[in-house]
């Protein structure tokens, strides 16, 4: 089982955070996955690779998602 942790930091003027991306599927082109950032909490995300092509899938809105 694959797990990742990743500093996701937007720009160079804002600080980083942890991210960790877990329950990785690839389908249809797309990566599914989990993922914690404090942001929305564990939620489902879907990604084709580009920063515009990833979006969240908020079920459980907050950061106690």
């Not at 930091?9 to 082109?29: E, F």
């Not at 909490?41 to 979006?55: D, F, V």
Request: charged content about 20%; aromatic content about 10%.
């Amino acid at each position: 089982k694959l797990k990742l942790k990743v500093w996701r930091q937007p720009d160079a003027h804002t600080p980083g955070r942890m991210v960790i991306i877990d329950n990785l599927i690839s389908l249809k082109g797309r990566l599914y996955f989990s993922a914690s950032e404090g942001v929305y909490g564990n939620e489902i995300w879907r990604t084709n690779g580009s920063s515009t092509g990833t979006e969240v899938f908020d079920l459980v809105p907050g950061s106690a998602g």
